[in-house]
């Protein structure tokens, strides 16, 4: 018998070190990016211990008797991915030896509160010696987790409790509800702290240049993904929900959240921890197909192959399947095998009248909003055809990528939306690293890869401030680290600490309890604020 790694896998490789045999794959160094979507456990090598499933932050682990029936298939898939890369074992690699530093010699600054932020802080605080203070622009922290993850997937957002022993530790402390650039600037940053690490993320939508973007009904999915969480940024969105159709372009997980948002029975979605205002106009949606629209084929899917295969457990929705090319090459790798492989399994099922779809369009693209007043279709075109034709639907959903801001005194690539770097080392125009400053994150490397990604590229950037330290080149003196909170008095401010994020937790759990939800959420500052000084 074996475990088995399923859907839920976030990558975050804490299974990886803990396994006595070495049967995790594939495992990656600190910088290193693998290209798998998830990790596989070897059913051949596997001894049964439970050591993995007693690590995983997500609960993605399972005995392979005891897999759910959504999940029975990872069981061959996690068999199939080692039958064409056979295990090699070999000894684990000896974890990078970190010496503690004098107290007080090393105060790192972290702006971010996502989990590459967390990452970074967890990295930092397992140096003995090394303080931590951490700056967050919300009255809450864990960026995407909290706020882009999808409802439906709870166990996802279980990773947080790994960072709880960072956040409890004396050498951390929390800054929420602190803007950087505007409460606090970076020159001032630098001053009290030996070294800034920036993890602020990706937060705008890639643009799509269409005509007709500007007309009300075309949204970002960016939006619509902040709405349905309860981000306190886009709790005044409205979407049209009034039409039978919706039109999703762009095809990679966050297309696949935002459609079965919009088709999940309304009784399903109330025992999540959607936002009051989400759940009340999704109770009320007519939308009954989701187009899902990709300028690209099939094996160039940009969705993973767990969330794809989940499409067909969702109850009440057919997934249908606008493609005839389907078949597979000897080049492929493993998931584009299996996601081919589940797409002619979609197209082979029967559809029923009564249920709602997903409808996946492959080598079409989008090439006009179409209405007067407002968004009344997408005009798209298949690749190759001079003709096109038009989908109705009152609300389009661009879901095409996420985009980095600049950061105020800081570098920045406009193109890529990315702050330059070298292994999260922050270079100027000229190529040559800026002292104390650090990047990691999405801001570090651009939207890609999953939670658990941040992992490697949170390691490998404090590996890199670490030997900056140790070589003298961090500014050896700084400011009173009292003299941050007394600017942010001095300017009327007062920051939320990890004692208060506990308090705002409390409450939205208390609010949950009542009606049989996880947490009901606080979607306005001022209540989260007011919680958190309860």
Known sequence: MAYVITQNCCKDGSC?????????????????????????????????????????????IFYDEDLPPDQERFREINARFFERHPLQIHSQETPLERHGVKPGALRVAVV?????????????????????????RLPTPFGLIRAGVAPDHQHTKSVVRIFDHTFTNKRFECYLNVE???????????????????????????????????????????????????????????????????????????????????????????????????????????????????????????????????????PGVDVIIDSTDLATRPDDDVETVLKLQIAREYADRPSTAANKRIVFRFAASPTEVVGSDRAEGLRVATNGSPESELLTAPLILRAIGYQGSAIDSLPFDAARGVVPNEGGRVIDEHGQPVPGVYVTGWIKRGPRGVIGTNRNCAEETVAALLEDFHTGKLAPDVADPAGVRRLLSERGLSPIGWAGWRSIDAAERRRGAEVSRPRVKFTAIADMVSAANL
């Open 16 to 60: 990886v070190p803990v396994c006595p045999v070495s049967c995790i794959r594939p495992a990656g160094s600190p910088g290193e990016f693998t290209g798998t979507e998830m990790l596989y456990i070897d059913p051949d090598a596997c001894i049964d211990c439970g050591a993995c499933l007693e690590e995983c932050p997500v609960d993605a």
């Open 112 to 136: 971010g509160a996502g989990p590459a932020a967390c990452y970074a802080s967890t990295a930092l605080i397992g140096v003995d010696g090394v303080e931590v203070n951490l700056f967050e």
């Open 180 to 314: 950087i650039g505007s409460d606090l600037t970076h020159d001032e940053l630098l001053a009290h702290h030996h070294a800034v690490i920036y993890a602020v993320g990706a937060s705008r939508s890639r643009e799509l240049d269409l005509p007709g973007n500007e007309l009300p009904g075309n949204h970002s999915a960016v939006d619509f993904v902040g709405w349905y969480n309860g981000h306190p940024d886009h709790a005044h969105h409205v979407f049209d929900l009034s039409g039978e159709r919706a039109v999703i372009i762009g095809n990679g997980n966050v297309a696949l959240d935002v459609a079965r948002v919009l088709l999940l029975d309304t009784d399903h979605l109330a025992t999540t921890d959607i936002a009051p205002y989400a759940l009340a106009a999704l109770s009320d949606s007519r939308i009954r197909e989701v187009v899902v629209l990709a300028r690209r084929g099939p094996r160039d899917a940009a969705f993973s192959t767990g969330e794809f295969l989940a499409l067909g457990h969702l």
